[in-house]
Every structure is written in C-alpha cells, then in structure tokens.
C-alpha cells in the first residue's frame, strides 16, 4: 500500500471546512488522478498527502508510517521521499538550472554535501541525465530566468524526478500550460511514474486529459470524494454532478459539436466539450 | 566530452573566492581587527566600570537643566541647519533644471551659457556635500570659536548640497511640459518655476526635505564631539570624566531624539502623501 | 491636486508654524549672525581659507596620509562585511521566521543599534577595544548591522515564499532551504543595500578618527590642531578622492551583479 487516508478530514481557521471523512487507499505504482471543480479540496488532500498538513480529524499513513506520530527528522526523512510537482515551478529566477535541479535532492543529503554543491555542483551529471529526458539538457548551466514558461516547468518536473521519490504527486501541473504542452507534460509524468514504478496522484482541472492517461479516477466534491472509480467506468453524469457548480466540464482540447444528452458516450472516449 | 561538460562557473568562482581571500587578510590587518582585545583585562575592567556606572541614571536637577538645554540645541541647531541648507540648495537646484532652460526652445541666446552654468553648480554641489559634515564643523570651529554657529553653517552646508542635487533631480522628473508652454508664452524663468513645475512636485520636494531634516538631527546629535555644542558635547565630556550615569542618560535622550525625530519625519511625510 | 482654488487655512497655519520654528531657532542658538558679515571677519575667514592653499605634498607626508587611506578603507570595508553578516542573522528572526518573539526582540535590538550614531558607538568602543581602527570598524559595524538588518529584513518580508516552502515540503533542513530557496531571491537587493551602505561608511570611517579611532580622520584633527591647514587640505582632498573611488567600485559592482 503506498498511502491510506481514513475519515480524514480539515476545517480551515476561517471554518472553511475543506475535506471531510476522506476515505483513500492507493497502492503502490498506481496512477491516480485528482479532478473536482475549483475549491473541492483537492488542493488540500494534495497537502495531506504531501505530509505538509496535518488533517484535523483521521488517520493518515503514507509510505509505511504515520507521519504526525513520528519524530520531526522521521516526518523530514519521509517528506524527503515524497516528490511534489507544484502548479507554478518553485525556483528562485536567478537560480542556475544545475542547482535547481539538485535541490531535487536536499531532504536526503548530508548537510556538508548540500553547501558544496551551492559552491560547485556535486553531481551535474546526475542533473543532465533527468534534464536530458526532458529535452533541456543543454540549458544545464543556464539561469532559470532565461528560460520560457514552459521550460522553467519541465526544470521543475527534472527536479522532482531527480529526487527519485516513492510518490510522485502534482497539483495543477499544467494549469498554466497551452493544450499541447498540457498533453505532453502529462503523457511524459504518467510515462515516468511507469517507467520508475512510482505511484502518482495528479489533481487535474480538465478532466479529458485526466481520463485519457490516467487508469483510475477520484472525483472531489465539497471536501468529499464523490466517486473513485477505473478511467473507463466515469460517465458523463457521474461528471455533470461533479461539476453541478461550475456549469460546463473543464476540458483541455479543442470545442467539439455538443453531444445530445441521451447518447452517453463510455467515458474513455468521451468528447472534448469547450469549457463555459 | 568531459570538457564540454565542466560548469563554466567554477573557474571564475574559485578565482573571485581566491581573490577575496587574498584580499581579506590585508584588510584585517589594515583595520587592525582583533576580537580578543575585547577581552584583554585593562579593556575589559574599563568597560566594566563605565557600565556599571550606567545605573542609575544621573537625574540631579541641575544635569537634567544642562541636559534639557542641551536637547533643545541640538534640535535648533538641526532645524537652522536645514533652513540654511534650503537657502542654498533652491537656487542651485532650479539651475540644474533643464526645463527651465529658456534657450533650449529656439533660438536665442547660445546653450552653452546655461550649460556651463549647470556643470558648475553641479560641481560645487558635489563639493559641498562630498566633505562630511563634521568636518565643516570641524573646520568652522576654527574660524568661528565652539558653538552651534559652527554645526549650523556645517548642516547647512553639507545638506545644502545634498538638497541642491535632488531637488534639482526631482524637478526634472516632473512633467516639463508646462513649463515648457509658459516658457514658449514668453514667461519668465521663475513663473515658469513656480506656475509650472512646483504644483506638481511639491509634495516630493517637501518630502524629501523633512526627511533630510530627520537626518539633520541625528547629525547635530554627534555635532558637539567636535566643539559644535548640543548634546554630543554634553557626550563627549561625560565620556571624558567616564561618568557613565550621565552617559547613560545622554544615551536614553539619543534614542527618544532620533525615535522622535523618526516618527515626526513619518507622520508629516504621510499626511503629505 | 488641488480641490480648493484657495490656500487652506491648515497650510497657511503650517507655513507659519514652520517660519516660528526656523526663527525660533535662530533666536534659541543666539548665533552672531551680524558678526559674521563685518569686514573684520570675512577677512579671517579668508585668511584661513587661504592658509589651506597649495595643501602639503611633501612625498613623506602624502605616504601617511596614503596609509592612513589604506586604513580608512579597509576599516569601511571590514565593518560593513561584519554588519552583512550580523544583519543578515539578526533579519531572519527580524522577519518573522522564528516566531513573534523572536521577531520583536530581533527588531528592538535593530533599532537600538541604528539610533546610536556611529560616532557615539566609536566613542564607546574606544573604550572596549582601546584606540585605534579597531574600535572604528566595530563602532561602524554595530550602527550598520541596525540599518542593514531592517533593509534585509524588508526584503525578506517581501520576497515570494514558495521556493522555500517547496524545499521544506521536500524535506530539506532550515538552514538548506534557506540557502537554496530564500536567500538567491534576496541576494542581488541584499549586495544592493550593503554596497550601498559601503558609500556611507567610507566618508563616516574617514571622520571616526576624530574620537580616536584611526584612519584619515585622526590626521585631520592632528593637523587641524596643530594649525597645519596645507595638512590638513591634503587629508580632505584624499577623502574626496576615497569617497568618489568608493562610489565607482560600488557601482561597477552593482551592475555586474545586476547583470
């Protein structure tokens, strides 16, 4: 088992309750996606995940432990096993790609080997080996601030797999991406995630790129998971109550001619529809 | 292949490190740096003893009078200087304005009159507050005996050329176009100045102005360890006899003057804003 | 701007009250301004303006003010790498990074240490450190930790926070994540702020020699009290010299930073 959630759940400060009695189970190498209108909680079910929030209510154990029962450096040693992919890339604009990175690397490193490699980078071949399968292995001694939008994402993504970690999760990786790109970057983290055998949890906001590459769905609805189900068993009810409040299925790909309601079509090949 | 590799940083890196380094140790040298004479025994005792004598706080009538006095020298001698520093600094700031160069707008008299003009007021201004003040102090007490006259005309002098340059650079920065089309109406230099130009950078000139003025009264605090009076020569003496009580409250004062100054400087410059 | 086509009555009361405190101040200070402007005395004033012409070239007196320079440099440059350092410490508490104690005691000892002037801090640390440049450079470093610890600590405030949440949430330690995900996001407004304060120190290290903390200064006052203006005009022309140097070294460094 990589990761069991049981009734956990988290209110806000501002009573916002943001998950309730959340119920998950994942074992390890599968390939989860995360999707549910804006503010369902998918972000924060993200952090619980990530060992980054503790939930108010529940119990969590992620890779084998409990994180809020273990001692701070067991709770780090465990984050450093766990690779986030953030929806803007979390690197400082003036940072070198090299060093960007090797930071993959921070939580498991020595402290001496983490300062020398600020000084002269410790493994740069490591580094272009993961850049390298993204297309960016030239750009290795760059400045991040020279880099495009989408470049910058893929140093990020570079980064969490040099980390190597057990779980790979990613909140809105491609929200801020064209639907190209958008189809690429995912394409390559669930082809990643196989090829390493880790087990990845993506929240997505649209939902034909979350049914074509990921072979188990979890809809969020309200804090609470409205459905768990195989790609192929979504329909598209189950989705137009999903997104009851946002009035339309957030999609990726091009406007398609809107499809009649009584021919549900299966939802692997479901019809991209313009988002409203 | 592994030279195509090697981070092209790592030799500047190690040169500049290298570089720094050979560098530090004449430095440390140069400002004879050595922590542990802060510990030497004499130096410490001395210390110790002038701490001590910190508590309590000297508060007989008479020091507080001296002190009292003292103060508000040191606030005087801090709003006279800038008074000063203004006198000097509006006329030399409104020739470094080219806006108000009437030549610029056709023909007439040659440019480099008023270019020549602008390069000396520059040059003196660079003068004026390059030399720090307490050395105009220190120069004036020479000529005009120990007493604030000294720190006064000093402030004024420094802050002047200070004061010149950046109202002379805020007034650039202002939109030039109306007193360009007063200038063009035939209107004089100051019309064009004060119609044109001031209304719409007068509260940054204001500003800027009790701003420097804050500064001034942090200067004419350290005035008197040159003879300038106020309270830095109420310090100085005190440090002399190492009567730390009245130090202490010397010190206190300081920090309530420059805290004061601090929020007065604050509170007008955001009613002005 | 203006809504009123008349002068308010708040700016009229406010320009009087300005012209009462600058009168008043010249009535405080009692300052012979008439004897200024007799004959008599712009006459000694130009005697003594006069005496500072041509300043002292001799070769070995111009090797003393030389090392002097040395020594006045090397004490503006040693105290503001030292108050880098202690504010760079003093700012992450200052920041609010270890809580809010941490943040008001950090934030009370900048405070104490900018409202001192450098000059009363000199006075102080000739009496810690004995005289001589040392207590200079520790009289400047202490009054520029309190300024550069408020300035680094702005721009920590202001500074984005996800790169370092990032690296926590991946489990690097404190110290790492600061260093990788803070500190090059303040790096080039921190050089920015402690070159800056170097200009300063440079003409405020040149002066602490008159309380005896070495450097161009103690020169100036020796020759100034021993009534040698051609000495002294020399020492003056060098700290211009110094402070015009320091500027163009501050500023090629920053643009080469900035690039």
Redesign the interface.
């Known amino acids: 088992m990589s990761f069991t959630l049981e009734g956990v759940g988290f209110t806000h400060a501002n009573g916002h309750r943001a998950l309730a009695g959340v119920d998950l189970r994942v074992a390890a190498g599968e390939r989860v996606a995360l999707i549910g209108a804006s503010g369902a909680g998918k972000t924060t079910l993200l952090r619980v995940l ?1 060992a ?1 929030l503790r939930p108010g209510s529940g119990r969590v154990e992620l890779l084998g432990s409990a994180p809020w029962d273990v001692s701070p450096r067991d709770l ?9 992919v ?1 929806q ?1 890339p ?7 790609v ?2 960007a990175v090797l ?2 690397r ?3 490193w020595p ?1 001496w080997k ?2 020398a490699s ?4 410790v493994d ?2 490591g580094a ?1 080996r993961e850049l390298a399968r993204l297309d960016l292995a030239e750009r290795l ?1 760059d400045r991040c601030d020279r880099l495009s939008g989408g470049q910058l994402q893929r140093v990020a993504l570079a980064r969490v797999l040099y ?1 190597q970690p057990e779980l790979l999760l990613a909140d809105e990786p491609v929200s801020a991406m064209d639907p190209a790109l958008s189809e690429l970057t995912v394409a390559l983290l669930n082809d990643e995630a196989r090829r390493r055998g880790v087990t990845l949890v993506a929240s997505l906001h649209a939902v034909d790129l979350a049914l074509r590459h990921f072979p188990r769905v979890v809809g969020v609805k309200d804090g609470s998971i409205l459905f768990d189900l195989p790609a192929a068993e979504v329909n598209e009810a189950l989705l137009r109550e999903l997104y009851a409040a946002e009035g339309g299925l957030p999609l990726a790909g091009p406007p398609l001619p809107s499809s009649s309601p009584d021919a549900v079509p299966a939802a692997g090949s479901l019809p991209p529809l313009r988002c409203a | 292949m592994s030279a195509a ?1 090697r ?4 030799l500047p ?1 190690l040169g500049w490190t290298l570089t720094a380094l050979v560098l530090l140790w004449p430095l440390l040298q140069l400002a004879d740096f050595r922590p542990a004479a802060l510990f030497e025994p004499g130096n410490l005792a001395a210390m110790g003893n002038f701490l001590a004598g910190f508590l309590p706080l000297e508060t007989s009538p008479d020091f507080l009078a001296l002190l009292g006095r003292a103060t508000v020298d040191t606030l005087a001698m801090a709003t006279a200087g800038i008074a000063v520093a203004v006198l000097l600094a509006v006329p030399l700031g409104i020739v470094l304005t080219r806006s108000l160069s009437v030549a610029a707008i056709g023909p007439g008299r040659a440019g480099w009159v008023g270019q020549l003009l602008r390069a000396a007021s520059r040059g003196l201004l660079a003068v004026l507050r390059g030399v720090p003040e307490l050395v105009w102090a220190l120069l004036f007490v020479r000529v005009f005996g120990l007493g604030p006259a000294a720190g006064v005309l000093a402030l004024g002098i420094t802050y002047g050329g200070m004061l010149g340059k950046v109202y002379g650079e805020i007034l650039e920065s202002t939109d030039a176009r109306p007193a360009r089309s007063l200038l063009e109406a035939g209107s004089g230099r100051l019309a064009a100045l004060a119609y044109g130009l001031v209304p719409n950078a007068a509260r940054e000139l204001l500003s800027y102005t009790v701003y420097r003025w804050e500064c001034a009264v942090r200067a004419s605090v350290v005035m008197g360890f040159v003879g300038a009076g106020g309270l830095g020569q109420l310090m100085d003496q005190s440090m002399k006899m190492l009567n730390g009580g009245e130090a202490a409250t010397i010190l206190a004062t300081f920090l309530v003057l420059v805290l004061a100054a601090d929020g007065v400087s604050e509170t007008l410059r955001r009613r002005m804003a | 701007m203006s809504r009123r086509a008349g002068v308010s009555g708040t700016a009229v009361l406010a320009v009087g009250l300005l012209l009462a405190a600058v009168a008043g101040s010249f009535a405080w200070l009692d300052m012979p301004l008439a004897a200024l402007f007799t004959a008599t005395a712009v006459e000694e004033a130009g005697g003594f303006v006069a005496r500072f012409f041509p300043p002292d070239l001799a070769p070995d007196f111009i090797a003393k003010v030389g090392w002097a320079a040395l020594e006045t440099l090397a004490i503006s440059l040693v105290s503001t790498l030292l108050a880098a350092l202690a504010g760079a410490l003093l700012a992450l508490p200052a920041a609010g990074r270890h809580g809010l104690a941490g943040r008001h005691a950090a934030r009370f000892a900048l405070n104490l240490l900018r409202s001192v002037p450098e000059l009363v801090w000199a006075t102080l640390m000739v009496l810690a450190a004995g005289l001589g440049p040392f207590a200079g450079t520790l009289a400047l470093a202490l009054h520029t930790t309190g300024v550069l610890g408020r300035l680094f600590a702005e721009a920590l405030e202001n500074s984005p926070p ?2 370092a ?3 926590a ?5 404190a ?3 600061f ?3 803070t500190l ?2 303040v ?2 407004q921190w050089l920015a702020y402690a070159l800056y304060r170097w200009e300063m120190n440079i003409r405020m290290a040149a002066i602490l020699g008159f309380v005896g903390a070495g450097g161009l200064g103690a020169l100036l006052y020796y020759s100034l009290s021993l009534f040698q203006e051609a000495q002294a005009s020399t020492v003056i022309i060098a700290m211009l010299a110094m402070a015009v140097a320091v500027d163009g070294a501050s500023a090629w460094l920053r643009r080469r930073a900035g690039a």
């Open positions: 990530a980054s780090r040693r465990l984050r450093a096993r766990i690779g986030v953030h803007a979390p690197i400082p604009p003036r940072q070198r090299v060093t930071a993959g921070l939580g498991q402290l983490s300062l600020l000084v002269l980078p740069p071949e272009r001694y980390q | 590799h981070d092209p940083a790592a890196r | 996800t790169p949440e990032a690296l949430g991946g489990g690097a330690p110290l790492v994540t260093l990788y995900g090059p996001l790096a080039p």
